[in-house]
């Protein structure tokens, strides 16, 4: 019996030990295979589906289970971690310069997908009666109105997400204003309420880890079955949405960043071979914490911005201007549109350029959590991701390749953060000139 069950858990740990990217990726192009194949025997795949369904919907449940509470804990870590003091000039110049950014990386997703409209013509098709349809979208007057919660404890239970991303700013900005209260036990306790809320945060990122370790077979059993249902025809696709990605990617870097360097008289590409060892570091960590340590250093020796700028710009670089993700969340959630079939229309546009760039400022930087966050977009848009439905459907496609499309974002990201620090330490004629 001890025997067996030791034997159980070696042939276990062969999964867990097995690189987590590399199993998502079989698992993809498992499902590809396993689906095209099913897509010649109609009655095959129909039985595969009805028996599989169950294991590729609990895996969409388990992600919108953690919607909310990361939200929450990442948004109000995020606000409460700037204090107040630091809001100066620089401060100030900083939250502008990561807002701005991040808005206008929302644009260049939706116009580039506009014009290339990845996803158009696979009509992916939910369940008869699944509730993931497109609800009704609300207009855009209500929808900055709606922002507002009347009551904030209410939206937490319907998960109503920017009310909530609202109220969890409200909240960090005013708690990092009690954290620098000049009564010490008051600061004390609102330090004390920062670092729970900033373990909360981390202990959601370990539950999304958790749920992570299942994600190969979610993905598996998800594409699939989009695959039974659409033939190879969907691979294509596939890599135009990841193509459409990177081409805003790049579109970031060369014009926003150019033009705003350009501004300062500062050439993009010194720019650009001062903050490569960084930005490759993103690209293969997948994540713009992890690559902090070396955003300071190559800031400071290659870019030659100072300490004092770099010290408060960086890590809250790291945490809230997500600029790659932000392209990320617009063009996925076009695409996701357009494969059901149902093209956002202008208004639900406009609330993606207010949702995605909230989503981006509460995107933690470890890998994949801009994944979760474009469920949230996709609610705001009435874009439900319901088990069974077509949107459940088309998310699984984005979240099978979202590896790849997460090294370019997170590169990105971490690119903005550095082109932030230059300006701005530009702007305050702090950069040491010698290095360009
Ligand atoms: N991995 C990204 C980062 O660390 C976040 C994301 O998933 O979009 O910046």
């Known amino acids: 019996m001890s025997n067996e069950t030791k034997k159980d858990g070696h042939f276990l740990s062969w999964y867990f030990k097995a690189n987590l990217l590399s199993r998502i990726m079989i698992a993809l192009i498992l499902g590809i295979i396993v689906g095209c194949i099913l897509g010649t025997a109609p009655d095959a795949a129909s039985s595969f589906v009805k028996y599989s369904r169950f294991f590729g919907d609990l895996f969409i449940r388990l992600l ?7 939200i929450v804990f990442s948004l109000i870590t995020g606000a409460a971690s700037i204090a107040p003091s630091q809001l100066g000039r620089v401060g100030l110049k900083t939250i502008i310069f990561y807002l701005g950014t991040s808005a206008f990386a929302v644009v260049i997703g939706l116009i580039l997908a506009n014009i290339l409209q990845p996803g158009t013509g696979l009509n992916i098709l939910g369940e008869a009666g699944a509730a993931g349809k497109v609800s009704e979208s609300p207009a855009l007057s209500s929808v900055l109105l709606n922002i507002v919660p009347t009551n904030p404890v209410e939206s937490l239970a319907k998960g109503d997400v920017l009310p909530i991303i609202f109220f969890a700013l409200v909240f960090g900005v005013a708690l990092a204003i009690v954290r620098d209260s000049k009564n010490e036990l008051t600061a004390k306790t609102a330090d004390a309420l920062y670092h ?25 059993v998800l594409i699939a079955i989009v695959f039974a249902q659409q033939g190879p025809k969907a691979v294509g696709p596939l890599l135009f949405v990841t193509l459409t990605t990177y081409i805003g990617l790049i579109l970031q870097i060369v014009i926003c960043y150019g033009l705003l360097l350009l501004l300062f008289r500062l050439g993009l590409i010194k720019f650009l071979k001062g903050c490569y060892e960084a930005s490759i570091t993103a690209f293969v960590t997948r994540s713009s914490s992890g690559t902090l340590p070396i955003t300071l250093r190559v800031s400071e020796e290659k870019l030659g911005a100072p300490r004092s700028v770099s010290s408060f710009t960086l890590p809250l670089g790291a945490t809230v201007n997500m600029d790659g993700t932000a392209i990320y969340l617009a063009v996925c959630a076009m695409f996701i549109g357009f494969a059901i079939g149902q093209p956002l229309n202008m208004s639900q546009q406009l609330t993606v350029v207010i949702t995605a760039t909230l989503a981006a400022i509460g995107t933690a930087g470890v890998p994949g959590a801009g994944a979760i966050m474009l469920l949230m977009v996709l609610e705001s848009v009435g874009l439900n991701v319901a088990e069974g439905s077509a949107v459940a459907a088309a998310y699984a496609m984005i979240l099978g390749i979202d590896a790849l499309l997460d090294m370019g974002r997170t590169s990105v990201n971490v690119t903005g953060d550095m082109a932030g620090v230059c300006i701005i330490s530009k702007s305050e004629k702090v ?6």
Do not use: E
Not at 64 to 70: A, R, S
Not at 431 to 436: E, I, V, Y
């Open 431 to 436: 950069l040491d000139m010698k290095k360009w």
């Open 64 to 70: 919108k289970m953690i919607v909310v509470p990361v």
């Open 196 to 220: 729970l809320c900033s373990v909360c945060a981390d202990t959601m990122y370990k539950v999304v880890g958790g749920i992570m370790q299942y994600a190969p077979v979610g993905v598996f």
